[in-house]
């Protein structure tokens, strides 16, 4: 006999099963198509924030494979996506795409990029939404990160488990920079003062593994500034269903102001010395933060 609270639990399990391996196949499908493109001439189909911030062709594409795909498997739902694709949900289930992270990665071809496809309830909102199902996926390296809320994290099949931290100056911090000068500069001067207090750094160009890294543990903490929500949708359940935490800047919940993913311990650390340097600023008050000057 199930109770009502069990039959509820067991079809919820179920839906986020069924969007994480919806998610899973389509981000297969995507790959294909963008390795195709990379084995071609790839040229900068235009740019958006800034003269770095680049988009090409193969973004578009990839875009609009999942877009379609998702029509198809699951008409009701709503979309927002990188390159501009975006739809109102009808069922309250959003599909938060980025159809290639690491975008200049893939330009120069450093084969450290992702598919990265999240589906999150209600609010498609970063801080208001709940990230039901998520995958991160390197095209490349076929690496499949995934997670659905409750049922674990997962590198291809092997269980992710964040360990208990090590010290701070043992710890590798990962982190990355706007595509704005006057952003790179304030985040350079954080930075700055940070690095000496840990093992090293890593800035590898894509939020979106770079999350999945702090999961699997080949990165032990997480920090970056003005990232889109489709940079790290995905990454979040990855992050928090293998035991860590994604929180937001001083009190902001995380999202464009700031991200911080790890264990716990680490995280609330990173907190203190950030606020120390004074490096949780509302962005508002950085000036031209948002501007290509
Ligand atoms: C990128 C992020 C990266 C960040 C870059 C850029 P894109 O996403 O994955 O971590 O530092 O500025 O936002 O633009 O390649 O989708």
Redesign the pocket.
Known sequence: WLSLRGFESLTRHKMVAEMKNIAIQLAREAGELIVAGRAGDVEVANTKSSSV?IVTAVDKASEELLFSRLEELRPGDGFLG?EGRTKESTTGITWVV?P???????FYNIPH?AVSIAAVSGDPTPGSWQVEAGVVYNPVSKEMFSAARGGGSFLGDTKLQISSPPTLNQALLAT????SQAMRKEQARVMLELLPQFRDIR????????LAYVASGRIDLYF?R???P??HAAGEVIVTEAGGVIEGLADMPPGREGILAGHPDLVALLQQKIRLLEGDRPLAEIPGWGLDS
Do not use: K
Request: glycine residues 10%; charged residues 30%.
């Open positions: 911030d990188e980025d290639i992270d690491g975008t200049v990665n893939f990029y990355g920079f706007s595509y800035r590898q160009g894509t939020a979106s593994l770079d970056e003005t990232l889109m489709w940079d």
